[in-house]
């Protein structure tokens, strides 16, 4: 049948019930590997309420918990080969703050599809996320790289330019370890799809084993940002955005390099042990 450009532009899911809690902020900080070190303040500070100190608010929330709470709202699933789809992208604009808890619906809609022929095809999609006083809190915009599913006879040009960093060495570089069983733990947060879990259905996708969240891989890099030119503050994030180019497996230590310019932070990410970059054209906006 294949995808159903242009009518995918009509499509849209609204009133999505998207409200999460506590426990839910913490599991996301875990999934992306924070509190391995149970004596690090900063890092307990996201997975712990903290009731012996007087931390305000009690419990602080990773920017891009946002990318999973958000999981759960979709505009209408429309025909593509489920098994080669992957995400390409993610770009979160932060209106305020994420509070710890919080009653949350959300809009989606689609609002774009590239056609690039024997590679597959780009789709876009975006969310608003509101609160209970109908206050904007977040806008998500993802993109998903579905790559049996090109020649549907969209358009081939259009798609947003990505962010480019400067041309010049890094001016700081993180290594953030991942463990071989965390996308196990981070499929907890919403993505069940069994390309991170399931060994068959990885290799029948045309991977050696089960990969890390494309989400995961993008909370890292804002781990990367928020422990170094954040200063441990989210509420510093305006905006973080990033582009998938190659997946990440378990037990693979993620180098983040990052330029930084005022209050714009580029980056990206690489697994120096197989030579490859992983995440490019990564942005992230601070005030």
Known sequence: MGIPYPDLLDLASRGDDCSYTDRDVMLYALGIGMGEDSLNADELAFVNEGWLTDRTPALKVVPTFASTFGYFSRPPAIPVDRVKVVDAARDIIFHKPLPPAAKVTAESYYT??????????????????????????????????????????????GAPDPHAVPDRAPDLSVDIPTRDGQALLFRLAGDRNPLHSDPEFARAAGFESPILHGMCTYGITCRAVLSTYADWDPAAFRRHAAQFRAPVYPGETITVDMWRDGGTISFEARVKARGVTVVKHGLTELG
Not at 113 to 125: E, L, V
Not at 131 to 143: A, H, Q
Request: net charge neutral.
């Open 112 to 157: 774009g599809a590239w056609d690039k022929g024997d590679k597959g095809a780009i789709i876009q999609r975006e969310q608003v996320m509101r609160d209970e006083t109908g206050d904007k809190i977040c806008t998500l915009r993802g993109m998903t790289f579905a790559r049996g599913d090109g020649h549907f006879g969209g358009p081939k040009d």
